[in-house]
């Protein structure tokens, strides 16, 4: 109404530093687990990148963060959202996977296998990827 409208003006004119003006974006859904469902849930994703100083790498994966009511657009833990670790499984490393991977940084995912192949130790099950190892361990090497 208009004294809806005047009221909050006054309020924004009074103590403009307590208001934020920004359009609504419009986030993606995904089917989410809800109890023993599926539901739509809204979502966005933080990805994550690394400088070495002359380059910028986008790191494969990243943060979803999960609105944790249906149609809301709240996905910020902080206001009632939920979040998980994103991540984007390959066949084939990524150039900043290789680069990273050379410096014991990163490890990339084992080769994919054909359907109905089996494995190199014959298990027919695929390995599971060696955890990475952490970049202080790396400078302590080369302290050494």
């Known amino acids: 109404s208009e004294k809806e409208l005047a009221t909050v003006s006054k309020k924004i004119r009074d103590d403009p530093r307590s208001w934020i003006a920004q359009p609504m974006m419009q986030l993606s859904t995904v089917p989410t687990q809800v109890g023993d469902n599926l539901a739509p849930r809204h979502v966005d994703l933080r990805p994550f990148a690394v400088n070495d100083g002359d380059d910028v790498w986008v790191l494969p994966g990243g943060l979803s963060r999960v609105a944790l009511v249906e149609g ?9 959202g939920g979040s998980k670790d994103t991540w984007v499984l390959a066949s084939r ?3 900043a996977n290789r680069e990273l991977g050379a410096a014991q940084i990163v490890r ?10 089996p494995e190199a130790d014959g ?3 695929r390995p599971q990827p060696r955890p990475s190892r952490a970049a202080s361990d790396q400078h302590s090497q080369q302290q050494q």
Do not use: D, F, K, M
């Open 72 to 80: 809301s657009l709240v996905v910020n833990s902080s206001q009632g």
């Open 93 to 95: 490393a990524s150039v």
């Open 108 to 117: 990339s995912l084992p080769p994919a296998v054909p359907a109905g192949e």
């Open 123 to 125: 298990s027919g099950q």
